[in-house]
Structures are given as structure tokens and as C-alpha cells.
Nanobody, 123 residues
Framework: QVQLVESGGGLVQAGGSLRLSCAAS????????MAWFRQTPGKEREFVAA????????NYADSVKGRFTISRDNAKNTVYLQMNSLKPEDTAVYYC????????????????WGQGTQVTVSS
């Protein structure tokens, strides 16, 4: 079992930066792939970025590649999403998620979810 709590969301102007954090509890964190998804009203929850249990492998959606960076600190049971050069279209609720095993890319592959944190980018 893994419990996830996101923080770091907020309001930022276009071109600005935010850093999201996801604090995890549970013994399986260090063996879990972690990911960030985001969702806007009326749309499907979409993949943003993922990181393997060791941190050696990362993957990004094309829409955020080169602007967002996912990382993790297994000693602190925390995963991060550094978001730079933010655009209004990045506005969404961002969710942290985990699964034991390898990185996968759809919401249905992940077992554990946080409550979400709102990111709003103004133009």
C-alpha cells in the first residue's frame, strides 16, 4: 500500500516555473515506478512524466518534453516535477501516482493516486 500527497501547485504567469512534490508513505515506494498525470474538466487524465524505481529511466509526454523534469529521492520517499517555461495550456490538476514494477503510460496501469494539486498558468 502506498499513500501519496502532492504539494507545490499554485498560480503562475506564463513563462514561470513551479516545482511539484509528492510525498509517499509505504514500504513499496522504492520499488515503485512513479508518474505524474494531469486533468482538465471534461478531458481524460493524461500522462505527463514517469520515472523508474531507481530513477535511471524517465519518460515525458511530447507536450512537456524539454520543459518538465521528473526526479525522485528514495531516501525521502518523494518524487518531484520541476516545471519550467509554463504555458496556459499546462493549467490542470496534477496527480502523482505509483505502481509496483515498471513504468507504464496509461492511468489504468497505476494503482495508487494522490488527491491532486491545482496548477494555473495565466497568460
Amino acid at each position: 500500500q502506498v499513500q501519496l500527497v502532492e504539494s507545490g501547485g499554485g498560480l503562475v504567469q506564463a513563462g514561470g516555473s513551479l516545482r511539484l512534490s509528492c510525498a509517499a508513505s509505504g514500504r513499496t515506494f522504492s520499488s515503485s515506478a512513479m508518474a505524474w498525470f494531469r486533468q482538465t474538466p471534461g478531458k481524460e487524465r493524461e500522462f505527463v512524466a514517469a520515472i523508474s524505481w531507481s530513477g535511471a529511466n524517465t519518460n515525458y509526454a511530447d507536450s512537456v518534453k524539454g520543459r518538465f523534469t521528473i526526479s525522485r529521492d528514495n531516501a525521502k520517499n518523494t518524487v518531484y516535477l520541476q516545471m519550467n517555461s509554463l504555458k496556459p495550456e499546462d493549467t490542470a490538476v496534477y496527480y502523482c501516482t505509483a505502481r509496483v514494477g515498471k513504468v507504464l503510460y496509461t492511468r489504468y496501469d497505476y494503482n495508487y493516486w494522490g488527491q491532486g494539486t491545482q496548477v494555473t498558468v495565466s497568460s
